[in-house]
C-alpha cells in the first residue's frame, strides 16, 4: 500500500479503541519491500496520546531509524526455532539474542517500551513440532533482557486449542501470565479457536491483522501451504463479543478499517 493509504488506514484503526497499533517494521526494504518508509508513515499518522504506536526493529539500525521517527515503542522478534531463524532473520537465536543486547540498550536510554514476539511456538516449517519447553527458555530469555510484553506466535497456524494450552502453560511457569500475548496466523481455520483457548488459560493480549493482512515470507509448510496473515482484527473482536469478553474495541470502526483495506485491494486487482 503507498504511504498516504497507509496513514489514512492507521488513522482509521486509531478510532477503534485499540491499545497499541502496530504501524510498519524498521527492517531493510531490500527484504521487506512492502514495509519500507515506516519512519514516513510513523511521522504522518495522527497520533493519539492513548494509544501506543510501536514498529518492529531487527537490530541496531532499526531501532536508531525507530529513534529518528520518535517512536517510543518497538518490538524485536526471534523465534524457538534455530532454522526458522536463519531463515527469517539470517540469524541463529544465540546470534539474536546478541543483536537485541544493543538494541535493548539504547530502549533504555531513551525510554522506550520493548515487546518481544516468538515465532513458530507450536509448529516450524523446516523443523516440524516445537517443544513447549523450548518456547519457554526463549520467552523466558526475552523476559530477562527486558521485554515488557512477549506475543507467542503460531507462525504457520498448526496450532490447536489443545497444544495452544500446552505451549501457554510451559511459558507461563517462566513468565508471568499477565506479561503474554498471544499470535495466531489462522491457514488452518483454527486461529479462533486457539485464541480463545489462550484467553482459557490467562491471557489477555491478543494479536490480530485488519483485513487479515499480512503473513510470512519464510512461513510455508513443508506441504507447501502459505502461511495466511495474523487472524482479521473483525473476526477476533465478533468472536470475543460473542463468547462475553468485555474489550475496548469498537466493532463498527474496526468494520470500517476493513472495508478501507478491502476497498484498496479490490481496486488494485482490477488495475
Request: proline residues 4%; hydrophobic residues 40%.
Amino acid at each position: 500500500m503507498p504511504i498516504d493509504m497507509r496513514v489514512q488506514l492507521i488513522d482509521l484503526l486509531s478510532q477503534c479503541g485499540f491499545a497499541e497499533i502496530e504501524v510498519g517494521s524498521f527492517v531493510s526494504p531490500k527484504w521487506i519491500p512492502q514495509l519500507a518508509d515506516t519512519g514516513l508513515v510513523y511521522r504522518q499518522i495522527h497520533q493519539n496520546p492513548k494509544i501506543r504506536y510501536s514498529a518492529l526493529v531487527p537490530n541496531e539500525r532499526g531501532m536508531a531509524d525507530a529513534i529518528a521517527a520518535g517512536g517510543q515503542n518497538v518490538s524485536i522478534f526471534t523465534a524457538a526455532s534455530d532454522t526458522f531463524s536463519q531463515k527469517n532473520t539470517n540469524c541463529s537465536l544465540k546470534e539474536s539474542f546478541e543483536r537485541f543486547r544493543p538494541v535493548m540498550k539504547m530502549a533504555q536510554a531513551h525510554g522506550i517500551r520493548v515487546r518481544g514476539y516468538v515465532s513458530c511456538a507450536i509448529t516450524c516449517p523446516y523443523e516440524g513440532d516445537i517443544l513447549p519447553s523450548a518456547v519457554a527458555r526463549v520467552a523466558g530469555r526475552l523476559l530477562d533482557l527486558g521485554c515488557a510484553e512477549i506475543s507467542l506466535g503460531d507462525t504457520i497456524g498448526r496450532g490447536t486449542p489443545q497444544t495452544i494450552r500446552i505451549m501457554v502453560q510451559a511459558v507461563a511457569a517462566l513468565v508471568p501470565i499477565e506479561k503474554l500475548a498471544i499470535h495466531c496466523h489462522d491457514t488452518f481455520g483454527n486461529a479462533v479457536s486457539n485464541v480463545l483457548e489462550a484467553l482459557n488459560q490467562g491471557i489477555r493480549v491478543v494479536d490480530a491483522a485488519i483485513h487479515g493482512l499480512g503473513g510470512c515470507p519464510y512461513a510455508a509448510s513443508k506441504e507447501g501451504e502459505k502461511a495466511k496473515g495474523n487472524v482479521a482484527t473483525e473476526t477476533i473482536v465478533a468472536a470475543l463479543e460473542e463468547k462475553g469478553y468485555s474489550t475496548t474495541i469498537n466493532l463498527d470502526a474496526v468494520k470500517r478499517a476493513s472495508e478501507f483495506v478491502g476497498s484498496w485491494f479490490g481496486v488494485s486487482e482490477n488495475k
